[in-house]
């Protein structure tokens, strides 16, 4: 265990890229080929789709701890007052990383975050990590919703380091450049010192027959050479894999098409180019 935890999230303004399958095959990876203490956290929505990935969904529907009370109030004398307050929001998945779902308060404690002064309105998180999560885990990815609002801006503060996929498309690389626009205005307001860096960018449900798909990895790397990462291949493993509650490493190589074997392969580079990234910041 190391005394401060890696962190990382997925986001780009825009849902349907595939945030939630890449953090969850990241964070899978990252405990079974790297050997680290993972937690993921889901602060996307209500929908709870990394229980769903790692077929949860049932056992997380009303969680006796949720991860929306550390943005209220009364976090501090939840902490203090209730036993064992942090084992209870966590739930074991069966490929290695634990994970504390999204719950039905998240919508309602980012409205109440807006009447929090600034200087404490994003902080939240990061000293939720700080004090509970660090301790634990080596390495804790947080998958954020695809819009900015309070939650994300939380999510942005307390990782650092942005991992960005996204769909072939035009409309997704526009989203790219706003998200890092986005970042700079973090970067430069000057009531906190959050520094959140965008450390890497790839293409995500890729067919590999199309002339777009190989425009868009073309013009990624080009533009984004120091941080562009492998693409991950379009399959239908991954969907059914979800649909089973489980990533492509649960399967043997005999189990998976070409297609998912590429797209597993992708995310095992991908998480050691990561975690290369992280662990030299």
């Known amino acids: 265990m190391v005394d401060t935890v890696l962190r990382s999230c997925a986001y780009v303004p825009k849902g349907g890229v595939g945030k939630t399958t890449s953090t969850a ?3 899978v990876s ?6 680290l203490d993972v937690l993921l956290i889901d602060l996307a929505g209500t929908q709870n789709d990394l229980a769903t990935q790692f077929g949860l969904a049932d056992d997380v529907v009303d969680p006796d701890a949720p991860i929306s009370a550390i943005f209220g109030e009364n976090w501090d004398f939840i902490r203090e007052n209730i036993d064992n307050v942090f084992d209870r929001m966590v739930f074991e998945t069966d490929e290695g990383p634990d994970l504390i779902p999204a719950d039905s308060g998240l919508g309602a404690e980012d409205n109440n975050l807006a009447n929090v002064p600034r200087e404490d309105r994003y902080t939240r998180l990061e000293s939720f990590i700080e004090s509970e999560v660090a301790p634990r885990y080596d390495l804790v990815l947080l998958d954020l919703p695809g819009k900015e609002d ?3 801006i939380n999510g942005l503060f307390a990782a650092e380091n942005v991992v960005a996929p996204l769909r072939p498309g035009e409309f997704e690389r526009k989203q790219l450049e706003n998200l890092q626009t986005e970042l700079e205005s973090i970067r430069a ?37 120091e941080i562009a990462g492998t693409s991950v291949s379009e399959s239908a493993n991954i969907g059914n894999e979800q649909a089973s509650g489980q990533t492509l490493f649960a399967l043997d190589d005999d189990e998976l098409y070409n297609t998912g074997q590429r797209a597993r392969d992708a995310y ?10 992280l662990e030299a910041r």
Do not use: C, K, W
Request: glycine content about 2%; cysteine-free; proline content about 2%.
């Open 189 to 225: 307001d000057e009531d906190h010192d959050a520094r959140p860096q965008l450390q890497l960018v790839f293409a995500t449900m890729v067919d590999q027959t199309t002339n777009l798909a190989d425009e868009f990895t073309d013009s990624l790397e080009e533009e984004y050479s």
């Open 30 to 35: 990252a405990a079974n080929d790297h050997g």
């Open 25 to 27: 095959h990241i964070a």
């Open 150 to 152: 309070n939650i994300t």
């Open 268 to 277: 095992r580079q991908l998480t050691t180019d990561l975690l290369e990234r």
